[in-house]
């Protein structure tokens, strides 16, 4: 039972190329959240999807970012156009249904994709 | 606005003796709080979560404490060993929001020294 699976776990890119990150939930899980963190600091919050939804994308950049869960494959997170600042390890992470359980057992994480901007 | 903080960036503590890791947030409709363990280049971890209907949680070793007049939690780790040297984050969710989001911490590196 694999758990959640980013890939991929490191990733170059220059100025004005753009990212593509993505995520496999574990198996039976049906929601899908993307964190960051920048250097120094904590995991923010970016946005939250489930299959072919996005429920709320609060976190988000307005320009340069978007994020979709199809209904068959992975989500991807995207990022146009990257800056240096864009530089961070960014988390995927997925959770059952049934919200008692989150609330008591939190969101699995994947190992992250660290993403470095040159 | 950082609605969950933790004030200590980093804590170092003899093997054997109580770390202490706090907490404070801000936004009252918090009601579920979690503490994730994150180790280098890995994802976080779950290690223990308290609603607000409790003031105490305890797992093992690990105890996490809620003041709710206070805004304010605590995970105790008793006895403290060197692997539990890794950053900790404290994260809180709304059970009223539409979202199972959490919110975390900025996180507080623990070093248990042998």
């Known amino acids: 039972n694999a758990g959640v699976m980013q890939n991929p776990r490191h990733l170059v890119r220059r100025r004005g190329q753009e990212a593509r990150l993505r995520c496999s939930p574990m198996?039976?899980?049906?929601?899908v959240y993307w964190y960051r963190q920048l250097p120094e600091e904590g995991l923010k919050f970016m946005v939250y999807?489930?299959?072919?939804?996005?429920?709320?994308e609060s976190g988000m950049p307005k320009e340069r970012f978007s994020a979709e869960f199809p209904k068959e494959g992975p989500s991807i997170l995207r990022i146009q156009q990257v800056v240096r600042g864009d530089s961070a390890a960014y988390f995927c992470?997925?959770?059952?249904?049934?919200?008692?359980?989150?609330?008591?057992?939190?969101?699995?994480f994947g190992s992250g994709t660290r993403l470095t901007v040159v | 606005d950082q609605q969950v903080k933790q004030n200590s960036p980093s804590l170092s503590v003899q093997e054997g003796r109580i770390s202490i890791l706090n907490c404070d947030y801000t936004?009252?409709?918090?009601?579920?709080f979690l503490w994730y363990k994150k180790y280098p280049a890995e994802g976080p971890t779950f290690l223990i979560s308290?609603?607000?209907?409790?003031d105490k949680n305890e797992d093992g070793r690990f105890t996490v404490f809620l003041n709710k007049s206070a805004k304010h939690l605590s995970l105790h780790i008793v006895p403290s060993q060197p692997g539990d040297s890794a950053v900790y984050f404290c994260?809180?969710?709304?059970?009223?929001?539409?979202?199972?989001?959490?919110?975390f911490g900025t996180g507080t590196l623990l070093a248990v020294q042998p």
């Open positions: 992470a997925s959770s059952p249904i049934p919200r008692d359980l989150v609330r008591n057992y939190g969101y699995t």
């Open positions: 198996k039976g899980h049906s929601h």
């Open positions: 999807l489930q299959k072919e939804n996005i429920i709320d």
């Open positions: 936004n009252s409709m918090f009601d579920y």
């Open positions: 308290i609603s607000s209907i409790k």
């Open positions: 994260a809180a969710s709304a059970s009223k929001s539409a979202t199972n989001k959490l919110i």
